[in-house]
């Protein structure tokens, strides 16, 4: 007798770090880019809080020709700002009224280029714990084969990018097969300290480089659930609230 029972619900797999890449293909898939200490974090607030489009950029260089035609430029290299800048990649810095209704170039060290790297995916959007209920709604509704893209740190991998993946796969366990050990390791970490999440990742090599530049409060921010209800997603040229 043959099995005819067909698993046919989509695939959620993750990306640990850019430096494996090129072992995921983002054709016909959904990328959700996780970079939470800050850049999609810092997207999906500045969504939230009313800015219109955030438009990532690979290079200060790129976003100097974007400064020269008078636009709003934000970004970072190694968490610093970018002196010459309008803004760097604090969440803070993106909830006044100057921002409000304006699009804004965006560059960072690991997470906007992660965006640029999924291009000829089905849809890319940006998730953080601060829009985690709204993007586990989404990967929910689409039903579609996802890669959790983790932006980590200059190719190698980071535990809050891990976590957040975890949750997400934790959540939509149900709905979704799992079919490696990348993404079945990020449910475990999840599951194993997410009553601990800030505690756990104050002992991480990122939580330790970024904390010297003085910028607790946005970690502590980055890893908090104020539930903004924004998707960002490319429009073909930047992060626009769904
Ligand atoms: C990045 O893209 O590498 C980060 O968002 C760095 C930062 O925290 O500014």
Known sequence: MTNTLEDNRP???????????????????????????????????????????????????????????????????DGIKIPHFHFGNSPFEFMGEDVRGKEIIHTTTNGTRCVLKSKGARNIVAGSFVNQDAIFDWIKKENRNTILFCAGWKDHYVMDDALFAGAVVRELADDFRIIDDSTLSAKLLYKHVRENMLRTVKQATHFKRLQRLGIENDIKFCMSNPQFDVVPIIDGVGFLKL
């Open 11 to 77: 695939i959620l797999e993750v990306c640990l770090t850019p430096a494996l890449w090129d072992q995921h293909d983002p054709k016909d898939k959904n990328v959700v880019v996780i970079d939470i200490i800050r850049a999609t974090s810092t997207i999906a607030s500045a969504l939230h809080h009313g800015v219109k489009k955030m438009i990532p950029v690979e290079t200060v260089e790129e976003a100097n020709t974007w400064l020269e035609k008078g636009y709003l430029v934000a970004g970072e290299r």
